[in-house]
């Protein structure tokens, strides 16, 4: 299920109902950013907020923190470490061929390249219900102003 596309704007806040979600214990929230023209999305700082709730006001998805969080502490451990729970996890992409196939994508002898779009994917517990999804952005600087945000629901198996 994917919710309709927004600016990538600051300070915006959106929110979505989904109705008759279902799926089978888990599920995947594919968030993707995406410009016309190619940009630095690990340079992205911006804070971006998405909460999952569902009956009862149970939060079944939170997180909130910069972009490139994840990205930025391994430049500073200086190498390749899976995301954290308070991290979004994204693969960026590069110029060299072996660091595609990598399962976390970073090398500090590398930098990723500038692109048009960029995945964050995470998965939560869900089941068959009807879902609320806040969405608050923080700033956004100029270089991605004509960025755009879309969310996608993954089912897992069923």
Excluded at 119 to 127: D, K, N, Q, R, T
Excluded at 129 to 153: C, D, H, M, Q
């Amino acid at each position: 299920m994917i919710l309709p596309q927004k600016d990538f704007a600051s300070n915006r806040e959106y929110s979505f109902s989904i109705n008759g979600y279902g799926s089978h214990d888990t599920s995947f929230l594919r968030v993707r950013l995406s410009n016309d023209e190619p940009v630095n999305f690990h340079e992205l700082d911006t804070t971006l907020e998405v909460r999952i709730i569902g009956k009862k006001n149970v939060t079944y998805f939170y997180r909130s923190s910069p972009l490139n969080a994840h990205y930025l502490r391994m430049v500073e451990l200086g190498e390749a470490q899976w995301a954290n729970d308070l991290e979004w996890h994204s693969r960026y992409q590069y110029s060299d061929e072996k660091m595609k196939n990598r399962a976390v994508s970073f090398d500090p002898a590398y930098k990723p390249i500038a692109t048009s779009d960029v995945m964050y994917i995470h998965s939560f517990p869900s089941g068959t219900e009807n879902y609320r999804v806040n969405v608050k952005i923080g700033n956004v600087p100029e270089a991605y102003e004509n960025t755009k945000i879309s969310l996608e629901f993954i089912s897992g198996w069923k």
